[in-house]
């Protein structure tokens, strides 16, 4: 077992498996509530985590495929390969801008199918094979909400921002011309995105 990340939901870590790795997902107890009510709450989250990714797959977005799922474990297929977050920077241009594309092919077709992921950042994002994988949908939920759907696309901007300014341009474009084509309320989305630039901008001043 080789654990490669622990945060105060979970600890992911890798195990082998018929001679194949495989990421398990482990939702940690808190021992500040109740234990029947702990088991309850991580067993609804890992189910429902599951539920999304499956409707992800069925909607046409690459996610990992569920191998087994438990009271509060998962079983995942593991995508080997870097996140966005840690290699777009230095792709080469071309490859870029296949990226954007299909970043914003994904998400149009989880809106579409009514999936919001909840952190939509380069670090839940791997490109491998000429195919962009979403990972983890830990926050995600169900929604058709205009709202809940911009709020959703707007943190990509901002993730886009923070992590690479650089490309920011270029990259929100060509993300948006792509989710255009391929989410069903996207004119009502993203007039919505620019309310919400507008209000956190008065919040600013």
């Known amino acids: 077992m080789l654990v490669i990340q622990r945060g105060a939901e979970a600890i992911?870590?890798?195990?082998?498996?018929?001679?194949?790795?495989?990421?398990v997902k482990d939702r940690v107890p808190k021992g500040y509530r109740i234990r029947?009510?702990?088991?309850?709450?991580?067993?609804q989250r890992t189910r429902h985590e599951e539920s999304l990714l499956?409707?992800?797959?069925?909607?046409?977005?690459?996610?990992?495929?569920v191998l087994e799922a438990g009271d509060s474990r998962l079983v995942m297929e593991w995508i080997s390969g870097s996140k966005l977050k840690d290699s777009l920077n230095g792709m080469p241009p071309d490859q870029r801008r296949k990226?954007?594309?299909?970043?914003?092919?994904?998400?149009?077709?989880?809106?579409?199918a009514g999936i919001v992921h909840g952190d939509l950042t380069t670090s839940n994002?791997?490109?491998?094979?000429?195919?962009?994988?979403?990972?983890?949908?830990?926050?995600g939920k169900v929604s058709s909400k205009v709202e809940d759907q911009a709020v959703d696309l707007y943190l990509l901007y901002e993730a886009l921002k923070s992590t690479h300014l650089r490309l920011l341009d270029e990259a929100?474009?060509?993300?948006?011309?792509?989710?255009?084509?391929?989410?069903?309320?996207?004119?009502?989305?993203?007039?919505?995105i620019a309310k919400i630039e507008k209000r956190r901008r008065y919040k600013g001043e």
Not at 12 to 23: F, T
Not at 36 to 43: G, K
Request: aromatic letters at 8%; charged letters at 30%; one cysteine or more.
């Open 125 to 139: 994002m791997i490109f491998k094979d000429n195919r962009l994988y979403i990972i983890d949908f830990g926050l």
């Open 172 to 192: 929100w474009g060509a993300v948006l011309k792509a989710y255009k084509q391929n989410c069903l309320k996207s004119k009502e989305v993203l007039d919505r």
């Open 12 to 23: 992911l870590y890798l195990e082998e498996r018929d001679g194949q790795k495989v990421l």
């Open 99 to 112: 990226i954007y594309k299909l970043m914003g092919e994904s998400i149009g077709k989880l809106h579409s």
């Open 54 to 65: 499956l409707k992800a797959r069925r909607a046409g977005v690459s996610t990992p495929n």
């Open 36 to 43: 029947q009510l702990d088991e309850r709450i991580r067993t």
